[in-house]
């Protein structure tokens, strides 16, 4: 190739690209005649439904797969036949950002030195340079695998920006790191473009994060549904978006009764109002503000990347009923007081170190609670405390009125957990794990085909109930991990993280189950990165390195940040303020 194919007018360009994959009987259509061009120096964002093709476009652009039909270039490079130029050019940082967890900081930085080619003159520098801009100088000699999940986001793109790739692609970067770490992502990214004039693909299922590219392109099903600047889907909506609050009616209540109006397309609760996406641009004239909902104040808003992209996805395929689920608490265990967990000066050592800190708190029946905090702050700690995983080194914990420390068993009975990975069988069937977990919880015969029936029934699984777990795509996957977790109709429900990397819908369907779960007497304790969905607790508590650093309601915390500046706080401002003004 000529060298003025590097000076090609598209950094990245696809044109009618087919993929598609088998899997046992079933064959999957990845993508589906995809064409696009990406421009020199753009930051673009790839969104879209779990299983929509984001990962295999970037897999494709990174050489990694082939394409069955169509061309892919970089820069002008074929990605099939010029495989080792195209090579050269990007930079790929999958989703679990690709590190050798065996290895230290410095030994998975030099591997990658060596993988990619960079010459020992230069490397050094290079490595100096990364480490500053990531903070990871201090860390070199730590094994990756004991770094948090921020240092090892931000290990795997020293990693990946090593080679200075022209262009970089990212799959879910920000995935389970916090908002700080998040942002110092982004300014990372934004400080490559402009210093090495980087152009930058990436996927990701925070819609606040893809504002932030210069194009959006939104995948469904393996079809490109839309493709534009951020500043185009806003104006899409302009006078469709609202914001709403009732005096007589909690928000999460309203919520629920907006969400049934065929106008609505999206209720969402937001700070101290629930948000709403109304199909008709006069939202006070519809039917259902009558007298029943007389007294409800609704405000026009502006309109944000994501009420374009349910509005969009909903038009695809439009909700039915959610079906209420019916947890059916247990009524045998009388809990006469109304305190279901209590931590009472709790601490917790792994040899030298203090993972968590005198901690006292309490949750109620029926509440939501979150536990929020940096990556590393000793929620997972205290999460795996409670539910009776781990012992504690000093304090007492009770939860549903039992002491963890003299009858954990006996707790855990009690307790359904879904945590991050989702603890799933991956390897067998849909069916199969809603076996073995109806029987490790005890369930026999008919009370357990009825719980298998109302899991399959409750949770849309019925189509996928012969299909392998670890081939679902991630939002079923979480269905599935929820399903398991309620099978013994626990009283208190733990959700460590239960929508990292799942995209909006199936963020908002999990929020829906939940929320019904709670007002059904179920209590619920969540760890959370998504600070929108922070906003969804009764109470909330921020940790940092083992401290309470501090409690209160969404709108107690927002509260304390508010000022001049920043009259209108949103949850991830509050938690930034909070946690560096601690740090400072």
Not at 222 to 235: E, T
Not at 263 to 286: E, F, M, P, Y
Not at 491 to 505: A, H, K, W, Y
Request: charged share 20%.
């Amino acid at each position: 190739m000529s060298h003025s194919s590097a000076e090609a007018i598209f950094a990245l360009e696809l044109q009618a690209v087919n993929k598609q994959f088998s899997s046992g009987s079933r064959s999957v259509n990845a993508l589906r005649s995809v064409s696009l061009t990406i421009d020199k120096g753009a930051v673009v964002g790839l969104v879209g439904p779990d299983g929509a093709g984001k990962t295999t476009l970037l897999r494709l652009t990174a050489g990694l797969l082939l394409p069955d039909t169509g061309t892919i270039t970089v820069f002008g490079h074929n990605c099939t036949d010029q495989l080792a130029d195209v090579h050269r050019l990007i930079g790929y940082m999958p989703q679990r950002f690709g590190l050798y967890e065996d290895l230290s900081v410095a030994e998975n930085l030099k591997l990658y030195a060596d993988l990619h080619g960079v010459s020992h003159s230069v490397r050094e520098q290079r490595f100096q340079a990364l480490m500053s801009m990531t903070g990871l100088a201090a860390f070199t000699e730590r094994l990756a695998g004991q770094l948090s999940g921020g240092m090892k986001q931000k290990l795997g793109l020293a990693c990946t920006l090593l080679s200075q790739p022209a262009l970089l692609l990212l799959d879910e970067p920000s995935v389970g790191v916090d908002p700080v770490s998040r942002r110092e992502l982004w300014s990372i990214i934004e400080h490559q473009v402009k210093a090495n004039d980087m152009t930058v693909l990436l996927s990701t299922a925070y819609l606040d994060e893809a504002e932030r590219c210069s194009d959006v392109i939104l995948l469904d099903e393996g079809h490109i549904l839309a493709h534009n600047s951020p500043a185009a889907f806003k104006q899409s909506m302009q006078g469709q978006s609202y914001r709403l609050s009732s005096p007589s009616l909690s928000n999460r209540n309203l919520q629920n009764k907006l969400s049934g109006q065929s106008d609505v397309i999206d209720a969402v609760i937001q700070g101290d109002k629930v948000r709403v996406i109304s199909a008709n641009k006069d939202l006070a004239t519809l039917p259902l503000f009558n007298a029943e909902f007389e007294g409800i104040r609704i405000e026009a808003t502006a309109p944000r990347l994501e009420d374009a992209f349910i509005a969009l996805l909903r038009a695809q395929h439009p909700l039915t009923a959610t079906q209420a689920i019916s947890p059916n608490v247990k009524t045998t265990t009388v809990i006469n007081d109304a305190t279901v967990i209590k931590v009472e000066g709790v601490d917790r050592w792994f040899g030298n170190f203090q993972a968590v800190k005198k901690l006292n708190f309490s949750v109620n029946r029926g509440e939501i609670f979150g536990l929020l905090g940096a990556n590393g702050a000793g929620k997972t700690t205290t999460f795996r405390m409670l539910c009776g995983l781990l012992p504690v080194s000093n304090g007492q914990l009770s939860v549903a009125g039992v002491d963890l420390s003299k009858a954990a068993a006996k707790a855990r009975a009690r307790i359904g957990y879904m945590s991050q990975k989702f603890s799933l069988y991956e390897h067998l069937s849909v069916l199969q794990n809603l076996n073995f977990f109806s029987s490790a919880y005890g369930l026999r015969n008919a009370q357990r085909k009825n719980r298998i029936q109302w899991a399959l029934q409750q949770f849309e699984l019925e189509a996928e109930k012969n299909t392998n777990s670890g081939d679902l795509p991630l939002g079923y996957k979480q269905r599935l991990a929820m399903a398991c977790a309620l099978m013994h109709e626990p009283e208190i429900l733990f959700l460590d993280e239960p929508t990292s990397g799942v995209d909006p819908l199936a963020r908002r369907e999990f929020w829906n189950r939940t929320n019904q779960l709670a007002a059904s007497g179920v209590t619920v304790l969540v760890t959370t990165h998504f600070m929108e969905e922070a906003e969804y607790c009764d109470r909330l508590l921020i940790m940092r390195e083992g401290d309470i650093l501090t409690s209160g309601t969404p709108a107690e915390i927002k509260q304390q940040v508010r000022s001049v500046d920043l009259p209108e706080p949103t949850m991830e401002d509050a938690f930034i303020q909070l946690v560096e003004a601690k740090i400072s």
